[in-house]
């Protein structure tokens, strides 16, 4: 919940669904003053991965409508929120390592992902085989997450 609610504040803030990712980082960090700069960029991923945001030319949009979310007054988060990383992140972070911008991944596991009409992780798992890297351990736990969820 708290990240979701982290999440929404930046959108709530400004009264839209999407921004443009410096805006959303400046929200938290310099408005908010909850997370560094770098942090919220780490946000970006975590929530990017847990599905409750879409990266869209240089925009972060909510996945979900953040307006129905309910942030008390005295709400911090906690940094552990950053800690989660996805199957999504974990496949993002290997595939970066074998040599692909991050960017260019994200934004082509996105288009895959819509072109496939399959989950992020589930793009991110051919994504990543697609440039020969593994993604065993990585397709087996998105396995899984399809299973819980249905």
Same mark, same amino acid.
């Given at each position: 919940m708290s990240l979701r609610s982290a999440v929404a504040a930046p959108f709530q803030q400004k009264g839209r669904e999407s921004m443009p990712e410096s805006e959303f980082v400046v929200a938290l960090s310099l408005d908010r003053d909850w997370f560094s700069p770098d942090q919220a960029e780490r946000l970006i991923d975590v929530a990017t991965g847990q599905g409750l945001?879409?990266?869209e030319d240089g925009e972060v949009v909510a996945a979900f409508d953040?307006? &129905?979310?309910?942030?008390?007054e005295e709400f911090v988060p906690d940094e552990s929120i950053l800690q989660?990383?996805?199957t999504f992140e974990k496949l993002l972070d290997k595939v970066v390592s074998a040599g692909t911008d991050k960017q260019t991944a994200v934004a082509e596991i996105n288009d895959l992902q819509g072109r496939l009409?399959?989950?992020i992780e589930a793009a991110a798992v051919v994504y990543a085989r697609r440039r020969g890297v593994d993604a065993?351990? &990585?397709a087996a736990e998105a396995r899984e997450e399809l299973k819980s969820q249905g």
């Amino acid at each position: 919940m708290s990240l979701r609610s982290a999440v929404a504040a930046p959108f709530q803030q400004k009264g839209r669904e999407s921004m443009p990712e410096s805006e959303f980082v400046v929200a938290l960090s310099l408005d908010r003053d909850w997370f560094s700069p770098d942090q919220a960029e780490r946000l970006i991923d975590v929530a990017t991965g847990q599905g409750l945001l879409d990266r869209e030319d240089g925009e972060v949009v909510a996945a979900f409508d953040p307006s &129905e979310v309910e942030i008390p007054e005295e709400f911090v988060p906690d940094e552990s929120i950053l800690q989660e990383q996805s199957t999504f992140e974990k496949l993002l972070d290997k595939v970066v390592s074998a040599g692909t911008d991050k960017q260019t991944a994200v934004a082509e596991i996105n288009d895959l992902q819509g072109r496939l009409g399959v989950t992020i992780e589930a793009a991110a798992v051919v994504y990543a085989r697609r440039r020969g890297v593994d993604a065993g351990a &990585e397709a087996a736990e998105a396995r899984e997450e399809l299973k819980s969820q249905g």
